[in-house]
């Protein structure tokens, strides 16, 4: 029962997950673009290297994307009063704004496929909401991912 839990739980994550992603990209963003962005709304002003903890990615790579981010506008750099070496790194105006509208998108997006469902299939997914944060870590976070 377990492996075929996980199968289906896989699927059903997967599909979500990827029309999320599109909803992200179509103001032209890559999905971790998105993340990172959310991520310093939420969460900022930040540290590249927190960053890269916090989303799992390699430092080249968020150089990347913060320095994609910073060219579009959508992110500042400021100074670390820790570290002289290091900045931190917060959401632009532009950027807090298109974070606030892709999430925004992607709950509307959500409460319509949510509307197809019926009472008692709300009624399971509001029940299992706990068990999904748990499987998703956010209790690890004290929060909202994306």
């Known amino acids: 029962m377990s492996s075929e839990l996980a199968g289906e739980l896989r699927a059903a ?72 070496r290091a900045s931190r790194i917060e959401v632009s105006a532009s950027g807090r704004a298109l974070a606030v509208a892709v999430r925004a998108r992607r709950t509307r997006w959500l409460e319509a496929r949510l509307d197809t469902l019926n009472a008692g299939q709300v009624e399971r997914l509001l029940g299992a909401l706990p068990a999904l944060r748990a499987l998703a870590g956010q209790e690890r976070d004290g929060g909202e991912r994306r």
């Open 13 to 84: 994550v997967l599909g979500l997950a990827r029309e999320l992603r599109i909803l992200g990209a179509e103001d032209g963003l890559t999905p971790t673009q998105t993340s990172v962005l959310g991520l310093l709304e939420r969460k900022g002003p930040l540290r590249a290297s927190e960053i890269a903890v916090r989303e799992a990615l390699n430092p080249t790579l968020v150089s990347r994307v913060l320095g994609g981010l910073e060219a579009s506008g959508y992110l500042l750099r400021g100074p670390d009063a820790d570290d002289a």
